[in-house]
């Protein structure tokens, strides 16, 4: 008899139905598998197999055949196991064959029946709600996280025995209520996090991160080894707000299909990703066998922050020119194409020279122009120029340090950076653009959402004239000084950008002479 259930595919951070089609037979006893199986699913024969003989149920050796459509797309987790075994004891007769109509089924089978969690469950249910089915089930620890999709019946369940008798009605269904989610995004901070007041001096770096979070630009920190680039980077978590709805959703759809933990809940807290200097290409931006998100998929809605620049691999430093343009990561082989979303705030730090000391007030450096040019030549001018801010760290004498005041502490600079951001989402309500502060690159979009003063205009051209810029990177500036005002409290957010705002962005993108070069 022929039967059908469905299961899911995963390719990057979306999901395909697969229709499980089993026949049961006359013919040599045996389960084939076919429909493009490879990995983890290659083995499911044999966890089906002695899992049915735990099911509770008779079922008859008999030639059985199990086909996953469509047969064109590559299938390797092992969240089919579930489907596979009811679609078979359909076959059977066990289970009645019109039980599992738009029903979605996902889970990992052990040895004993036992059903196990797998990995992606909220896109499978993701796509459960978008394909139109009612029910899922799935392992009772993957409930809550199947949940977070409203508009789905979740069915928890623990073993294969205990869902046969659910589907025969000898047993009710265990239905999964999570409780009310929250929608919106709490302001708090996260607790424990580093404080910007335990920084003393530096005051141009600082005014700089509060302008990278406020309105989501790209920041790369220069200076020698030392005087507080990483530990600026570490006061990051606690000046980000935290996710909306639908951006948690994203974060965590993410987090999940790279086997990360995924909490009681949706990801509320932007992620703060720092990758070594030894990470590999696939590492940073995705891909492998079977292909995972990368470093920069796991940033989505966060910041990235690479330290030690020039260290980093050319090929991964390069590699992330695209993902900064559109916020999303194409891997292409021979077998897939995939896109991860990557739509991230790049933050990065190099020292001036390889020894570290260029610049220093009280070192002295000892390389040659030629072993620093070599040095900075690592990072090319293609990458800086998709740099919003470049500023310099200039380290205190002993004696400014001694007396030198303490920062802001974070909860205030925090404050004024929701205001900010709510300022440019009330300035975004009315366009067609996105909800987030990415200004599109095209000149009807900043005409219309940031505007200069003629005075602005005039100053602006003389900076991209004297500077030799790109299109880009006067499209940065431009976005840079329009996030400067709306970090003021008095500020409109429909006037026209000043030429304070403009002076302090071009002062906030201040290169190298090497670096200007490349």
């Given at each position: 008899?022929?039967?059908?259930?469905?299961?899911?595919?995963?390719?990057?951070?979306?999901?395909y139905v697969i229709t499980v089609e089993a026949d049961v037979g006359v013919g040599l006893p045996c389960l084939t598998i076919v429909g493009q199986v490879s990995g983890a699913l290659n083995e499911a024969r044999e966890r089906v197999r002695a899992a049915l003989t735990h099911c509770g149920q008779p079922v008859a050796t008999r030639k059985q055949?199990?086909?996953?459509?469509?047969?064109?797309?590559?299938?390797?987790?092992?969240?089919?196991?579930?489907?596979?075994?009811?679609?078979?004891?359909?076959?059977?007769?066990v289970l009645p064959p019109d039980c599992l109509a738009k029903t979605m089924l996902?889970?990992?089978?052990?040895?004993?029946?036992?059903?196990?969690?797998?990995?992606?469950?909220?896109?499978?249910?993701?796509?459960?709600?978008?394909?139109?089915?009612?029910?899922?089930?799935?392992?009772?620890?993957?409930?809550?996280e199947a949940a977070m999709i409203p508009g789905l019946e979740i069915v928890a369940v623990r073993d294969l025995p205990s869902l046969v008798a659910q589907l025969r009605d000898e047993a009710p269904f265990d239905c999964f209520d999570p409780g009310p989610f929250a929608t919106g995004a709490s302001l708090a901070a996260p607790e424990g996090a580093a404080d910007l007041a335990d920084i003393r001096g530096l005051v141009l770096p600082r005014r700089a991160v509060e302008i990278m979070v406020a309105g989501g630009h790209n920041l790369l920190l220069h200076g020698p080894p030392g005087v507080g680039k990483t530990m600026l980077a570490r006061r990051i978590p606690g000046l980000l707000p935290a996710l909306e709805h639908e951006d948690a959703l994203e974060v965590t759809k993410i987090h999940g299909v790279a086997r990360r933990q995924i909490p009681e809940g949706l990801i509320r807290?932007?992620?703060?990703?720092?990758?070594?200097?030894?990470?590999?290409?696939?590492?940073?931006?995705g891909g492998g066998n079977p292909p995972r998100p990368g470093e920069v998929s796991l940033?989505?809605?966060?910041?990235?922050?690479?330290?030690?620049?020039?260290?980093?691999p050319r090929a991964c430093i390069e590699g992330?020119?695209?993902p900064l343009e559109d916020g999303a990561v194409a891997i292409v082989r021979a077998r897939y194409a995939l896109h991860y979303p990557a739509r991230f705030q790049l933050m990065a730090a190099m020292n001036p020279c390889p020894c570290g000391f260029m610049g220093h007030p009280e070192r002295v450096c000892t390389d040659s122009p030629a072993a620093v040019q070599r040095y900075q030549g690592r990072v090319s001018g293609p990458f800086i120029d998709?740099?919003?801010?470049?500023?310099?760290?200039?380290?205190?004498?002993?004696?400014e340090l001694a007396i030198a005041p303490f920062g802001e502490p974070s909860a205030v600079v925090r404050?004024?950076?929701?205001?900010?951001?709510?300022?440019?989402?009330?300035?975004l309500a009315t366009t067609p653009w996105e909800r987030n502060a990415e200004i599109p690159a095209n000149g009807k979009a900043i005409e219309r959402l940031c505007p200069l003063t003629p005075q602005a205009h005039k100053l602006l051209l003389g900076i991209a004239r004297r500077g030799n810029l790109s299109m880009r990177a006067l499209h940065r500036l431009r976005r840079v000084a329009r996030t400067i005002g709306d970090l003021d409290p008095n500020c409109d957010p429909t006037a026209a950008i000043d030429v304070e705002a403009v002076a302090l962005a071009a002062r906030l993108r201040r290169l190298p002479d090497t670096l200007m070069g490349t």
């Open positions: 008899m022929l039967s059908r259930t469905y299961s899911v595919g995963i390719l990057g951070v979306e999901g055949i199990v086909n996953l459509a469509p047969a064109e797309q590559r299938k390797d987790s092992p969240g089919c196991d579930l489907a596979i075994a009811c679609a078979l004891l359909a076959s059977h007769g996902w889970g990992e089978l052990a040895l004993d029946g036992t059903l196990r969690p797998a990995v992606g469950t909220l896109v499978v249910a993701d796509t459960a709600r978008l394909a139109g089915f009612r029910r899922l089930i799935v392992a009772h620890e993957s409930a809550r807290r932007p992620p703060v990703r720092m990758p070594h200097h030894t990470v590999s290409v696939a590492g940073l931006l940033a989505h809605r966060g910041v990235l922050f690479l330290d030690e620049l020039p260290e980093f992330l020119r695209e998709r740099m919003d801010l470049v500023v310099p760290v200039t380290p205190l004498t002993s004696g404050e004024r950076i929701l205001a900010a951001r709510a300022r440019q989402a009330e300035r």
